[in-house]
Nanobody
Framework: RVQLVESGGGSVQAGGSLRLSCDGS???????????MGWFRQAPGKEREGVAV???????SYGQSVVGRFSISQDKDKKMVYLQMNSLKPEDTATYYC????????????????WGQGTPVNVSS
């Protein structure tokens, strides 16, 4: 089955850390070897927000609200992407979605055709 499989969400106190993982190994693109994987999030009543994206060349892009606190990385051999979240704040509380697309990085959500089922992150004060 073609899908993105996320893991690692949960509850943590403010200032703590969490690490999200996403397995994209079931997905491939026939037209290109270049792809981008990353994370978006959505809190109740709010718009989707780009968190971090990495492409297969290793270039990265981060949402302004997470710069300096979150770090995205990948294992290309396994087609896995990871999001290390440090210094978490209550405003980071959201459902985090893994995304994937052919081609280069962007933080535009409509550019991503593959979305995971979402994993919840809850940060308490």
């Amino acid at each position: 089955r073609v899908q993105l499989v996320e893991s690692g969400g949960g509850s943590v106190q403010a200032g703590g850390s969490l690490r999200l993982s996403c397995d994209g190994s079931s997905i491939s693109f026939s037209s290109t070897n270049t792809y981008s994987m990353g994370w978006f999030r959505q809190a109740p009543g709010k718009e989707r927000e780009g968190v971090a994206v990495i492409d297969s060349d290793g270039d990265t892009s981060y949402g302004q609200s997470v710069v300096g606190r979150f770090s995205i990385s990948q294992d290309k051999d396994k087609k896995m992407v990871y999001l290390q979240m440090n210094s978490l704040k209550p405003e980071d509380t959201a459902t985090y979605y893994c995304v994937m697309k052919p081609g280069w990085i962007t933080l535009a959500p409509d550019s991503f055709g593959y979305w995971g089922q979402g994993t919840p992150v809850n940060v308490s004060s």
